[in-house]
């Protein structure tokens, strides 16, 4: 099919109009009790109008707690004044982690204080302070005041996490939220000095059962290192759950009357997206070469174009498929390698496509290639759906999940382990919130749930491919994605993003220099925790002469392009902890910070803190609100296809359903390819909870216009990874 250049343009645009995503609420929605109620299977959700109206009595009746609480509050203010007249006693003990083997480890700078209540009720500041550098701290109080009769029998040692916001102007404000509160009699305070002994805190623990770094989490909602806002709950709850009851409608459907539904009306019930939508004014125009490398370009892909050797205007793009790792034999996952022309407008078309790799079940070969090209005829369609699978797999489970989710949440745990008092917590803490939560969440409904049952790998190849991915992260030297043409637009935005976002880094810490350097001591704990808890480089602990030379050479080719597609500089100059070559890069190696090398270790503060950012919000979100126009049409792309039982295997049309997910798996990737794109709450521009700098919002907003020329919403980058 042919179709003008202008219809086509116009088509797209007025097709992006209108899938973007909005939502609506009212007061009977149906909705979620807690997060931990989305499955991929029957999530329980309340609905009919008997039992919302309940649960909207009770949230009413929790709202008229609260305000009790905020009246008492009011009523019983704690004044900022310590009642002292002298110092004649000290309150010491000593704060640690709790998990095993991190029981020994202080908690620093974790804010303190004592209070009294009156017996008529008002509150009465009798000491405050912090710990230090080893956990241990001492609380000076007046020992005639603290056990004065009016007081209540019992004291409160409270302990305070703190928490990084912005003031209008763009000042950090931190304040103090309470995280533990112990009780102690006042009548055992008799001598000059009283000890809590040593405390042991649940606080940001790594977890011990896995092979990335992940936090610890007893029961998300009740002891977990940090929560949600009400407000981002709401927002998820409001937008997800009008899939979820498309989901169990379908899944009703097929377990009492399988004969009433069909691969057509599973996809029609969910929202239209962009290929959809296309297709409707377009027919074929989204299986076509030219939108395949529109896609490439500037889609969910956002592919890395690798030369090819002695051909200066063609690039490949390559998909691994199951390497070493554990896989079953239902779903295909050959490697491929797409070549690409680029065209005098910039764009790019396919030319040639090789698969490495069983096609169907009947082939056991792991080294078998087939190359195809546009000469191949029907063959040549379905060669292109196997690279839109295939880019699909890896751009979830590779970029997606491991390069953004897992990479955050690596430097999430050891920001809020070690940063509170150095200004380096206001600029990074609010980016490096929720990713946590949300990776718990993950291993669920996706990990365990979903990706073994629709992909090639089995959950052991999920956890061996995504360490190994891990493997070739990293800050230091890192690069925006390499653009190749002014087409590129993908590309474009990104360096356009860095470039504000490392200014503003950069402004930040020379503003604040003099308290990062005084408190240097966080930063090193910090890059201390992340090197002792990296993943290896990729292959740095593999020796490669043991592999079949066929396999080494995989390897070798996946390490050299992942270098390209991370950004990941082989050069760097890492460090070995544990015997093993660590693929995050030290921030700094110093305890204090080192005047003869101040321009090199702020360099460094300045690249890594950027990088975080980068990785939490923009190519997060870059990947995350794309997903339902690249996988909100099963047919086009999911995440895996199957072998089916015929000779052809994959290699066969798209009305050959025995091929794509079941009916069961369809309505499920959708529910998730819908939900997961709509986040809708967290944007850097709406700054929802005060903690965006304000500063950043302004670069940002100055170049509004030339975004929306690249084709971004700037109001659409979200401020963090919070789905
Ligand atoms: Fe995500």
Redesign the pocket.
């Given at each position: 099919m042919q179709y003008d250049k202008k219809k086509i343009e116009e088509v797209c645009k007025e097709c992006e109009k209108k899938t973007q995503i909005s939502y609506k609420y009212t007061f009977f929605s149906p909705r979620y009790k807690s997060i931990h109620d989305i499955e991929i299977g029957r999530s329980r959700i309340l609905k009919g109008w008997l039992n919302l109206l309940l649960e909207n009595l009770y949230l009413l009746y929790e709202e008229i707690r609260n305000e009790i609480t905020a009246f008492k509050k009011w009523l019983f203010p704690r004044e900022d004044k310590i009642y002292r007249n002298q110092v004649d006693g000290q309150i010491v003990g000593r704060i640690t982690f709790a998990r095993k083997n991190d029981e020994t480890r202080p908690i620093h700078h974790l804010h303190l204080e004592v209070w009294a209540r009156t017996r008529l009720f008002q509150w009465r500041k009798l000491s405050e302070g912090m710990t230090d550098m080893h956990g241990h701290f001492s609380l000076p109080y007046d020992l005639r005041i603290a056990r004065r009769w009016r007081y209540k029998k019992k004291l409160h040692f409270e302990i305070y996490e703190t928490v990084h916001r912005y003031d209008k102007e763009g000042n950090p404000k931190p304040y103090y939220q309470l995280f533990k509160k112990l009780l102690f009699p006042k009548k055992d305070l008799i001598g000059m000095r009283y000890s809590l002994g040593r405390i042991m805190l649940f606080y940001w623990e790594y977890r011990s059962d896995t092979t990335v770094p992940r936090v610890f989490i007893k029961k998300q909602g009740e002891d977990a290192p940090e929560y949600y806002t009400k407000d981002r709950l709401d927002a998820l709850y409001q937008q997800t759950i009008p899939y979820e009851l498309i989901k169990l409608k379908h899944l009703e459907q097929l377990e009492l009357a399988p004969e009433t539904i069909s691969f057509q009306q599973i996809q029609e019930d969910y929202p239209i997206n962009l290929t959809r939508c296309i297709e409707k004014k377009l027919p074929g125009y989204t299986r076509s070469d030219e939108w395949l490398g529109k896609r490439m370009m500037n889609g969910m892909n956002r592919a890395y174009f690798e030369d090819v050797p002695g051909e200066s205007d063609a690039f490949y793009v390559k998909y691994f498929g199951l390497c070493r790792y554990d896989h079953n034999d239902e779903y295909a996952l050959p490697t491929s390698r797409a070549k690409f022309k680029l065209q005098e407008d910039g764009h790019i078309l396919p030319i040639e496509i090789e698969l490495e790799g069983p096609l169907s079940a009947f082939e056991k070969d792991p080294w078998i290639k087939r190359k195809f090209t546009p000469a191949s005829g029907d063959e040549w369609e379905y060669a292109k759906r196997v690279v839109r699978v295939n880019g699909s797999f890896s751009t979830e489970l590779d970029e997606?999940?491991t390069g953004?989710?897992l990479n955050t949440e690596q430097y999430a745990i050891a920001a809020f382990r070690n940063l509170r008092i150095n200004p380096v917590a206001t600029l990074l803490l609010p980016h490096l919130k929720e990713v946590s939560l949300?990776n718990n969440t993950a291993d669920k409904i996706l990990l365990s749930d979903f990706i073994p049952h629709v992909t090639a790998l089995t959950p052991e190849g999920i956890s061996q491919r995504t360490r190994d991915l891990l493997g070739m992260q990293d800050w230091k030297n890192w690069k925006t994605i390499r653009k190749i043409s002014d087409a590129h637009t993908c590309a474009i935005a990104e360096d356009m993003f860095w470039d504000i976002l490392y200014g503003f880094v950069s402004d930040f810490i020379d503003q604040y220099q003099d308290r990062i350097k005084e408190h240097w001591i966080e930063i090193y704990k910090f890059s201390e925790d992340l090197l002792e808890n990296s993943v290896p480089v990729f292959l740095s602990d593999v020796n490669l002469d043991d592999l079949d030379p066929r396999m080494k050479a995989l390897e070798e080719e996946r390490f050299a392009f992942y270098s390209g597609q991370y950004g990941f500089d082989p050069n760097a100059a890492r460090v070995k902890r544990n015997g093993l070559l660590k693929a995050v890069s030290p921030i700094t190696l110093s305890p204090h910070f080192d005047e003869s090398r101040a321009e090199e270790e702020m360099r460094n503060l300045k690249s890594a803190c950027a990088y975080m950012i980068m990785v939490a919000s923009y190519l997060?979100t870059w990947?995350?609100e794309n997903q339902y126009n690249q996988l909100g049409e099963v047919l086009y792309s999911c995440g895996g296809l199957r072998f089916g039982e015929k000779e052809r295997g994959i290699m066969a049309p798209e009305s050959d359903l025995s091929i794509s997910p079941d009916l069961t798996h369809c309505t499920q990737g959708l529910f998730l390819a819908n939900i997961?794109s709509r986040t809708e709450y967290g944007f850097i521009t709406t700054n929802n909870e005060d903690d965006v700098n304000p500063e950043l919002i302004r670069r940002l907003l100055d170049k509004e216009k030339e975004f929306k020329e690249l084709h971004v919403d700037i109001h659409a980058i979200e401020s963090r990874?919070n789905?």
């Open positions: 997606h999940f953004t989710h949300v997060h990947i995350n997961l990874t789905i």
